[in-house]
T-cell receptor
Framework: LAKTTQPISMDSYEGQEVNITCSHNNIATNDYITWYQQFPSQGPRFIIQGYKTKVTNEVASLFIPADRKSSTLSLPRVSLSDTAVYYCLVGVYNQGGKLIFGQGTELSVKP | GAGVSQSPSNKVTEKGKDVELRCDPISGHTALYWYRQRLGQGLEFLIYFQGNSAPDKSGLPSDRFSAERTGESVSTLTIQRTQQEDSAVYLC??????????????FGPGTRLTVL
C-alpha cells in the first residue's frame, strides 16, 4: 500500500502557475498516480492520471520522475475557481488493498 | 444515469437511531466505493464492491456499519445505533472496471449525516 505525502496547504495568486508535489516512496510497479480535485460540499473529481514521465490534458500537467517516488501536479495560470483541495492517489484495490486519499493539499487562490 | 446519485443529501438523526444511506452508481459501473469525510479531513475509505461482492470490509469503523449492493446497481450503507462521532459526509463513488488506481472514480455529491 503506497502512502502519499503532500503539503497541507498552498497559497497562490490568479494567473500564476501552481505546482503541488506528492511523495510516494513505496509506489509499486503496477501503480498509477491519479490526482483528484474537491470543491467544498462536493465529491472529488478526477483531474489527471499518469504512470511515468509527463502527461498533459486541458486542465493540468503531471510530471513523474524516472524513479516514480514523487509526482508533481502543475496547474497553469490558476484562477479563483481553482481554489480547492487536491488529492494524490496511488494504489490498487484488487488484491485486497485499500486506496487512501490522505489529507490532500488545500490550494487557496487569491485575487 | 448521468452521474452517481446519493440520497438523502442531508440526514439529521438522534443518537442511537439507525440510518440507511443510498447510492446509485453510474449504469454499467462494476466497482462501487464508500468513503467517509469528517469536517476538514481527507477521505477515509470504508468498503468497496466488485459487483455485489465486498472483498474487503476491514475499513468499516465498527460492527455498527454494514453495506450491501444489489448486483451492479444500488448500494446501501447502514449505520446502526448511531453515535455522534458518526457525523460526517458519506461519499459514494463508482468506476467502470475492476477496482484499481487506474480506474477513474466518479463521485456522488455525498450524504451529510448529523447525529445529535
Amino acid at each position: 500500500l503506497a502512502k502519499t505525502t503532500q503539503p497541507i496547504s498552498m497559497d497562490s495568486y490568479e494567473g500564476q502557475e501552481v505546482n503541488i508535489t506528492c511523495s510516494h516512496n513505496n509506489i509499486a510497479t503496477n501503480d498509477y498516480i491519479t490526482w483528484y480535485q474537491q470543491f467544498p460540499s462536493q465529491g472529488p473529481r478526477f483531474i489527471i492520471q499518469g504512470y511515468k514521465t509527463k502527461v498533459t490534458n486541458e486542465v493540468a500537467s503531471l510530471f513523474i520522475p524516472a524513479d516514480r517516488k514523487s509526482s508533481t501536479l502543475s496547474l497553469p495560470r490558476v484562477s479563483l475557481s481553482d481554489t480547492a483541495v487536491y488529492y494524490c492517489l496511488v494504489g490498487v484495490y484488487n488484491q485486497g488493498g485499500k486506496l487512501i486519499f490522505g489529507q490532500g493539499t488545500e490550494l487557496s487562490v487569491k485575487p | 444515469g448521468a452521474g452517481v446519485s446519493q440520497s438523502p443529501s442531508n440526514k439529521v438523526t438522534e443518537k442511537g437511531k439507525d440510518v440507511e444511506l443510498r447510492c446509485d452508481p453510474i449504469s454499467g459501473h462494476t466497482a462501487l466505493y464508500w468513503y467517509r469525510q469528517r469536517l476538514g479531513q481527507g477521505l477515509e475509505f470504508l468498503i468497496y464492491f466488485q459487483g455485489n461482492s465486498a472483498p474487503d470490509k476491514s475499513g468499516l469503523p465498527s460492527d455498527r456499519f454494514s453495506a450491501e449492493r444489489t448486483g451492479e446497481s444500488v448500494s446501501t450503507l447502514t449505520i446502526q445505533r448511531t453515535q455522534q462521532e458518526d457525523s460526517a459526509v458519506y461519499l459514494c463513488a463508482s468506476s467502470l472496471q475492476v477496482a484499481s488506481s487506474t480506474d477513474t472514480q466518479y463521485f456522488g455529491p455525498g450524504t451529510r449525516l448529523t447525529v445529535l
